[in-house]
Protein backbone atom coordinates (compact mmCIF):
# COMPACT_ATOMS: atom_id res chain seq x y z
CA UNK A 1 0.00 0.00 0.00
CA UNK A 2 1.53 3.28 -0.81
CA UNK A 3 0.66 6.67 0.71
CA UNK A 4 -0.36 9.86 -1.03
CA UNK A 5 2.50 12.75 -1.56
CA UNK A 6 1.67 16.47 -0.82
CA UNK A 7 3.59 19.29 -1.72
CA UNK A 8 2.55 22.77 -0.18
CA UNK A 9 5.07 25.64 -2.23
CA UNK A 10 5.26 29.44 -2.95
CA UNK A 11 6.88 31.89 -1.67
CA UNK A 12 7.83 33.03 1.64
CA UNK A 13 5.15 34.65 3.49
CA UNK A 14 2.16 32.87 1.60
CA UNK A 15 0.97 30.18 4.67
CA UNK A 16 3.34 27.47 3.56
CA UNK A 17 3.92 26.33 7.55
CA UNK A 18 0.68 27.15 8.50
CA UNK A 19 -1.24 25.10 5.90
CA UNK A 20 1.21 22.07 6.78
CA UNK A 21 0.38 23.07 10.37
CA UNK A 22 -3.35 22.62 9.37
CA UNK A 23 -2.71 19.42 7.54
CA UNK A 24 -0.95 17.91 10.88
CA UNK A 25 -3.92 18.87 13.36
CA UNK A 26 -6.48 16.93 10.64
CA UNK A 27 -3.65 14.20 10.61
CA UNK A 28 -4.04 14.28 14.57
CA UNK A 29 -7.90 13.37 14.38
CA UNK A 30 -7.15 9.81 12.73
CA UNK A 31 -3.86 8.45 12.77
CA UNK A 32 -0.37 9.06 14.29
CA UNK A 33 1.54 12.05 12.31
CA UNK A 34 4.80 13.67 13.07
CA UNK A 35 6.81 16.70 12.30
CA UNK A 36 10.06 17.01 10.96
CA UNK A 37 12.48 20.15 10.35
CA UNK A 38 16.07 20.61 8.90
CA UNK A 39 18.39 21.52 11.63
CA UNK A 40 19.42 24.50 9.79
CA UNK A 41 16.25 26.46 9.96
CA UNK A 42 16.69 27.73 13.75
CA UNK A 43 14.99 30.75 12.90
CA UNK A 44 12.65 30.59 15.60
CA UNK A 45 13.20 27.06 17.21
CA UNK A 46 15.09 24.05 17.29
CA UNK A 47 12.25 21.73 18.45
CA UNK A 48 9.57 23.31 16.74
CA UNK A 49 8.00 24.59 13.23
CA UNK A 50 6.42 28.18 13.75
CA UNK A 51 4.93 29.74 11.57
CA UNK A 52 5.37 33.99 11.20
CA UNK A 53 2.53 34.68 13.07
CA UNK A 54 3.83 32.56 16.37
CA UNK A 55 1.17 29.64 16.10
CA UNK A 56 4.01 26.18 17.17
CA UNK A 57 3.69 22.54 16.70
CA UNK A 58 6.44 19.86 18.59
CA UNK A 59 8.87 18.81 15.47
CA UNK A 60 11.89 16.44 14.87
CA UNK A 61 15.12 18.35 14.03
CA UNK A 62 17.27 16.32 11.59
CA UNK A 63 20.77 17.36 10.21
CA UNK A 64 19.87 15.75 6.52
CA UNK A 65 17.73 13.02 5.03
CA UNK A 66 19.22 10.28 6.20
CA UNK A 67 18.60 11.27 9.75
CA UNK A 68 14.84 11.97 8.58
CA UNK A 69 14.39 8.19 7.20
CA UNK A 70 16.05 6.80 10.54
CA UNK A 71 13.17 8.67 12.44
CA UNK A 72 10.54 8.18 10.50
CA UNK A 73 10.58 4.48 9.02
CA UNK A 74 8.65 1.47 10.74
CA UNK A 75 6.89 2.04 13.98
CA UNK A 76 3.36 3.19 14.33
CA UNK A 77 3.66 6.80 12.57
CA UNK A 78 1.08 6.90 9.59
CA UNK A 79 1.72 10.76 8.16
CA UNK A 80 5.32 12.63 7.87
CA UNK A 81 5.23 16.22 7.55
CA UNK A 82 8.38 18.12 6.55
CA UNK A 83 8.99 21.76 6.67
CA UNK A 84 11.43 23.80 4.92
CA UNK A 85 12.12 20.72 2.71
CA UNK A 86 14.04 22.83 0.49
CA UNK A 87 17.21 22.78 3.12
CA UNK A 88 17.53 19.39 3.04
CA UNK A 89 20.27 17.36 1.10
CA UNK A 90 19.00 15.78 -2.70
CA UNK A 91 18.72 12.59 -0.62
CA UNK A 92 14.77 13.65 0.80
CA UNK A 93 13.57 12.55 -2.54
CA UNK A 94 14.27 9.03 -2.10
CA UNK A 95 13.45 9.71 1.40
CA UNK A 96 9.88 10.55 0.48
CA UNK A 97 9.96 7.63 -2.10
CA UNK A 98 10.69 5.31 0.57
CA UNK A 99 8.43 6.58 2.99
CA UNK A 100 5.58 6.63 0.89
CA UNK A 101 6.68 2.69 -0.05
CA UNK A 102 5.90 2.23 3.23
CA UNK A 103 2.32 3.35 3.27
CA UNK A 104 2.81 6.45 4.86
CA UNK A 105 1.52 10.00 3.66
CA UNK A 106 4.03 12.66 3.17
CA UNK A 107 3.58 15.98 3.32
CA UNK A 108 6.06 18.67 2.17
CA UNK A 109 6.34 22.49 2.73
CA UNK A 110 8.94 24.06 0.66
CA UNK A 111 10.33 27.37 -1.04
CA UNK A 112 9.65 26.42 -4.94
CA UNK A 113 12.03 29.32 -5.96
CA UNK A 114 15.12 30.80 -4.60
CA UNK A 115 15.19 34.80 -3.86
CA UNK A 116 16.53 35.08 -7.72
CA UNK A 117 13.76 33.24 -9.06
CA UNK A 118 14.83 30.10 -10.16
CA UNK A 119 13.99 26.74 -8.74
CA UNK A 120 15.70 25.90 -5.19
CA UNK A 121 18.63 24.00 -5.15
CA UNK A 122 21.37 25.23 -2.74
CA UNK A 123 23.60 25.26 -5.92
CA UNK A 124 23.72 21.89 -6.58
CA UNK A 125 23.22 21.40 -10.23
CA UNK A 126 22.03 17.59 -9.84
CA UNK A 127 18.71 18.36 -7.63
CA UNK A 128 16.38 21.48 -6.67
CA UNK A 129 12.55 21.41 -5.53
CA UNK A 130 11.16 20.27 -8.54
CA UNK A 131 11.94 16.97 -7.95
CA UNK A 132 9.74 17.03 -5.19
CA UNK A 133 7.08 18.71 -7.56
CA UNK A 134 7.24 16.50 -9.96
CA UNK A 135 6.71 13.24 -7.43
CA UNK A 136 3.65 14.85 -6.30
CA UNK A 137 -0.10 13.39 -6.02
CA UNK A 138 -1.08 16.48 -4.75
CA UNK A 139 0.30 20.20 -4.88
CA UNK A 140 -0.94 23.33 -3.39
CA UNK A 141 0.16 26.42 -4.73
CA UNK A 142 0.02 29.50 -2.35
CA UNK A 143 0.29 33.15 -3.08
CA UNK A 144 1.48 36.03 -1.34
CA UNK A 145 0.41 39.46 -0.72
CA UNK A 146 3.35 41.69 -2.95
CA UNK A 147 4.45 44.31 -0.61
CA UNK A 148 5.08 46.83 -3.73
CA UNK A 149 2.01 46.58 -4.95
CA UNK A 150 -0.47 43.86 -2.80
CA UNK A 151 -1.52 42.01 -5.99
CA UNK A 152 -0.58 38.44 -5.75
CA UNK A 153 2.61 37.17 -4.98
CA UNK A 154 4.79 34.53 -6.37
CA UNK A 155 8.18 35.60 -5.64
CA UNK A 156 10.57 36.13 -2.67
CA UNK A 157 12.56 38.88 -2.88
CA UNK A 158 15.60 39.55 -1.39
CA UNK A 159 16.60 43.45 0.38
CA UNK A 160 20.12 42.56 0.20
CA UNK A 161 21.21 41.26 -3.06
CA UNK A 162 24.22 38.90 -3.60
CA UNK A 163 25.66 36.21 -1.32
CA UNK A 164 24.49 32.74 -0.62
CA UNK A 165 21.29 31.10 -1.90
CA UNK A 166 20.69 30.33 1.69
CA UNK A 167 20.31 33.69 4.34
CA UNK A 168 17.61 32.59 7.28
CA UNK A 169 15.54 35.65 7.73
CA UNK A 170 12.01 36.66 8.01
CA UNK A 171 10.44 39.91 7.17
CA UNK A 172 13.76 41.76 8.11
CA UNK A 173 15.81 40.29 5.13
CA UNK A 174 12.76 39.24 3.00
CA UNK A 175 9.29 40.19 1.09
CA UNK A 176 6.65 38.60 -1.03
CA UNK A 177 6.64 40.50 -4.78
CA UNK A 178 4.67 40.16 -7.57
CA UNK A 179 6.60 39.09 -10.68
CA UNK A 180 6.52 43.13 -12.17
CA UNK A 181 8.57 44.11 -8.64
CA UNK A 182 10.27 41.38 -8.34
CA UNK A 183 13.24 42.33 -9.92
Given amino acids: ?52 DGEKREAVNCKNAEELELFSTGGDITDIFIDEAQFFDPMIVGVVQNLLNEGKNVYVACLNQDYRGTPFSLGRPD ?52 YKHHS
Fill in 1 to 52: MKGKFTVITGPMFSGKTTTLQIEYDKARKVGKPRIYKPSIDDRYSIDEVVTH
Fill in 127 to 178: YNVGELLARADDIKYLKARCETCGEEASKTYRKSQGGSTVELGSGDKYEARC
